[in-house]
């Protein structure tokens, strides 16, 4: 068990519409990053959140969009879904102390998947 | 290039005996850190090890060692004494930005375990 939870576990949309996934981090921990695996791959970086601003981007156009709230808990929000959305997404919270050692701890993820 | 690369995409090993996991990496930054990942089928992912780039000693965990070979950008997974309960795949990441936590990870590999 790491502390982190996400909801829901599993979500089916459609191309165009739009989704909110949660993640509840371990309390104290200032740093979530979000991540996409799709099937077969290893995780991407798609944002990092620290003390509820934006702290690193990967290769995401701008329909995906995050916030991070003050209670520890964050969204990522995507727009206008493509078939190509669909993946695992994970968070992962980890205290924020700049250090190379941190680690980040994962949550069990939310599967999406985009008809 | 890849910036982690992970040429195993399975592996059978009888329980009880030691497996090596593959990983080679691509930087120019003195400073970076090197994680190992294991996400079960449920995909949530379990921190096992860390190496940093100027530690001298090879990294160990319990069951698992980290074998660092930093002139060859090489840092095998050796996992003793397995156990059916290893069964998963295993993600090779790095991070190099000290300023933000972002992970890069390999394409994995996956374990499976033979009574």
């Known amino acids: 068990e790491t502390g982190v939870t996400q909801s829901p576990t599993h979500l089916i949309k459609t191309r165009g519409q739009q989704v909110t996934l949660r993640c509840s981090s371990q309390s104290g921990h200032n740093t979530v990053s979000w991540y996409q695996q799709a099937l077969g791959q290893g995780p991407q970086f798609i944002f990092q959140y620290y003390r509820e601003e934006e702290n690193g981007r990967g290769n995401f156009p701008p329909r995906f969009s995050g916030l991070q709230f003050p209670n520890y808990s964050s969204e990522l929000n995507v727009n206008a879904l493509e078939l190509d959305d669909s993946a695992l997404y994970l968070c992962a919270s980890s205290p924020g102390l700049a250090d190379f050692q941190e680690t980040q701890y994962f949550g069990p993820g939310t599967r999406l998947l985009v008809l | 290039a890849q910036k982690i690369t992970q040429t195993q995409p399975g592996m059978f090993v009888q329980e009880k005996e030691a497996v090596t996991l593959d990983c080679t990496y691509d930087?120019?930054?003195?400073?970076?850190?090197l994680f190992w990942y294991k996400q079960p089928s449920s995909g949530e992912m379990i921190f096992l090890i860390y190496q940093g780039s100027y530690d001298q000693q090879n990294a160990t965990e319990g069951r698992y060692s980290l074998n660092f070979q930093k002139a060859r950008k090489s840092a095998n997974l050796v996992i003793s004494a397995s156990q059916l309960g290893d069964s998963a795949m295993y993600f090779c990441?790095?991070?190099?930005?000290?300023?933000?936590?972002?992970?890069?990870f390999g394409t994995g590999t996956r374990l499976t375990i033979i009574p």
């Open positions: 990441a790095m991070r190099e930005d000290f300023g933000n936590e972002k992970l890069t």
């Open positions: 930087t120019s930054d003195p400073s970076y850190g």
